[in-house]
């Protein structure tokens, strides 16, 4: 007690916790290359700006070598300050994933930015301060940790949306993308206290201890269902998608490939975290709950995708229902296929980064030519820009879950969690995933009609000049796509190491 | 212990606040809404905290604290922002985009 601490005259010797500085580093090395891009902006003059997004690139992979000798260094799961941050081999894969998304979108940014006279120092701050957040959210195991992760991920991510200051679109994409993300916390947190209230600790092992199905006061029942609530929004979960399409299409472009990959994936790790670590034994509570709306959310991002005519918007709402997928095996958590969701979703999450980030490049290479994001004026790409048809084509299959793109994988252990469950509620939910399958290729089908069969619109077949930073970009992606297709074992070696 | 009037009083905030989140209409009136909902959270806390006799609801309290007031400032920046390019803050007028 603070109080009955300061009245007393013997208060006991502060001893600093001890502190695994080797499982600490990626986050060290993230924070360092933000104070760096942050001098840096200081002294750099505006025609040599460009650096920035130099250092910002290596940082991540710098904060990359960390992680590869901490895989390398052994299994053991590394548990600092009393269980509320752990580096394991699950944390750190998910780490991986984020620090290599985050690369593909400075990437991306970079000519975004500088050709669009946009404030470039601030930019690779906020981006890598977001994506800091992310990595921090892989290791918590404690509520504090991961509210804070999960602010410190979000709040430079509000900014970034609106960050096209006198475009009226982009601050209504930041606005919204604001007052529903803090609403969703402030929803959460009151979740959080009620779990707190329940059980009298903040550990998420110390919470799993003590709440079994069947045994579970209305307090625990209401705290599980508001945190899954206030995660949901930040999965854009149906009913609580609203802000999602209008975010997408109004945030700068690479930013919308950022929050549609990185910041989903950031919520559903959170999910993963409080699920498996905290409601083992809460399935009663959250199954039917996740359940309903992974079906929802699969069929009504489906629907609603398949009327749109801005290719970002479209995606928005094919982002929802991808995350749709996502839930599906979160649903069976906790039952016998626990196992077999986890690798599931830990897969759909690097197969979806992958993709999606890949077509969001090439939405950005088109657009530099055509100025506009309608479906229309992707009509006839193939023929003067044969290379990114062909890959626009490829992340489309991949996305619908075609072979041997990575798409399938995923798609593949998505359905096989969700049906080695053995419950009627799998069954039930892997075939509305199977419909929602083919009506997402409704879509998916429609663009790649446009490339592969319209006439180019006002018959401009001027090549696409592209720069280097962007094919990069669009190599790593392809590339991760397809090898992740062809050689499934990349990651379904993951289901041996990955356990929480 | 007083502890279920404390947790009265925090579910009252936490009503009244989200009440104010989905009726109001004024950016900033959101804003305050949403801060009701923070300081119910932390009520909540802080009668848990001193009926587990555990300090560590206390620090939870103290990082929210810091939390929101981050929040805010970016929240405010961008209400400044919408009212520099409308000249108005009312939410449902922020309707560029449908669909």
Redesign the interface.
């Known amino acids: ?2 109080s009955t ?1 300061l009245a007393s005259d013997v208060v006991a010797p502060f001893s600093s916790p001890k502190i695994d500085y080797h499982a600490l580093a990626p986050e060290l090395v993230l924070a360092g290359v933000i104070v760096a891009v942050l001098l840096a902006d200081l002294f750099l003059e505006e025609s040599k700006k460009w650096v920035l997004s130099t250092i910002a690139g290596f940082g991540l992979l710098a904060a990359f070598i960390p992680i590869v000798t901490l895989a390398v260094s052994g299994h053991r799961a590394r548990s600092m300050f009393g269980g509320a941050y752990v580096v394991d081999t699950y944390s750190l894969l998910v780490k991986g994933i984020f620090l290599l998304a985050g690369y593909v979108v400075v990437l991306l940014s970079q000519n975004y930015l500088e050709e669009g006279d946009y404030y470039q120092g601030e930019y690779y701050f906020l981006l890598l301060s977001s994506i800091l957040g992310m990595v921090m959210m892989g290791s918590s195991r404690d ?2 940790t991961i ?2 992760s999960l ?1 410190f991920l979000s ?1 430079p991510a ?2 970034l949306a ?1 960050w096209r ?2 475009d ?2 982009s ?2 994409a ?3 993308y ?2 529903l993300g ?2 969703a916390s ?2 959460m ?2 979740g ?3 779990l ?2 329940d059980t ?3 550990i998420l092992k110390g919470i799993g201890a003590k709440l079994q199905n069947g045994s579970m006061s209305p307090v625990a029942v209401l705290g599980i269902v508001f945190v899954i609530i206030g995660f949901a929004f930040k999965v854009s979960a149906v009913p609580f998608h609203n802000w999602a ?2 975010t997408y ?2 945030a700068p472009t690479p930013i919308t490939a950022f929050l549609s990959v990185a910041s989903k994936a950031a919520g559903f790790v959170a999910l993963i975290n409080l699920i498996y670590v905290a409601f083992p034994h809460g399935g009663d509570v959250f199954q039917p709950m996740i359940g309903v709306m992974a079906a929802s959310t699969m069929t009504l991002g489906n629907v ?1 995708a398949l ?2 005519t ?1 290719i970002v ?1 479209m995606l928005a709402y094919s982002s929802i229902s991808q995350g749709g997928f996502i839930l599906m095996p979160l649903a069976v958590a906790g039952g016998k296929s626990s196992g077999n969701a986890l690798t599931a979703i830990v897969t759909y999450l690097a197969v979806y980064a992958a993709t999606n980030l890949g077509l969001f490049a090439v939405i950005i290479a088109v657009s530099r030519k055509t100025r506009s994001g309608e479906v229309s004026s992707w009509g006839g790409l193939f023929s003067y820009a044969p290379l990114l048809g062909v890959l626009a084509t490829a992340f489309l299959a991949s996305l619908a879950g075609i072979p041997p793109l990575g798409g399938w994988v995923a798609k593949f252990g998505a359905f096989r969690a969700v049906i080695t469950s053995g419950t009627n509620w799998g069954y039930a939910l892997a075939i509305v995933g199977a419909v929602n399958s083919v009506i997402a290729f409704g879509y998916y089908g429609s663009l790649m009609r446009e490339i592969w069969m319209k006439p180019v619109p006002d018959g401009d077949t001027a090549p696409i000049r592209t720069p280097s930073s962007l094919n990069a970009a669009l190599m790593i992606c392809g590339g991760a796509t397809l090898a992740l297709g062809v050689v499934p074992g990349i990651i379904l070696r993951f289901s041996d190491i990955i356990k929480l | 212990m007083l502890i279920s009037e404390f ?1 009265l009083l ?1 579910a009252v905030l ?1 009503c009244i ?2 009440y104010g ?1 989905i009726v109001r209409k004024n ?1 900033v009136l ?1 804003l305050m809404s ?1 801060e009701l ?2 300081n ?2 932390n009520i ?2 802080l ?2 905290s ?11 309290a103290l ?2 604290i810091a ?1 929101a007031a ?2 805010v400032g ?2 405010l ?3 400044l ?2 009212y520099r ?2 000249r108005n803050i009312s ?1 449902d007028e ?4 449908k ?1």
């Not at chain 2, 001193?50 to 939870?60: A, E, H, V």
């Not at chain 2, 922020?94 to 985009?97: A, D, K, P, R, T």
């Open positions: 007690m603070l601490l509520l504090v509210f804070v602010e709040i509000y900014m609106a200051k006198r009226l679109k601050n209504e930041g606005t919204k604001y007052l803090v609403f402030a929803v947190l009151y959080m206290s009620l707190y209230g009298g600790t903040t399409p209008d299409q109004g609603m009327r749109q801005n918007r | 947790l925090g936490f606040g989200v989140v950016a959101v949403i909902i923070l119910s959270v909540n806390l009668a848990f001193l009926k587990y006799n555990d300090i560590s609801g206390q620090t939870f990082y929210i939390v981050a929040e970016v929240g920046a961008l209400v922002l919408i390019n409308k939410l922020l309707s560029e985009m669909g």
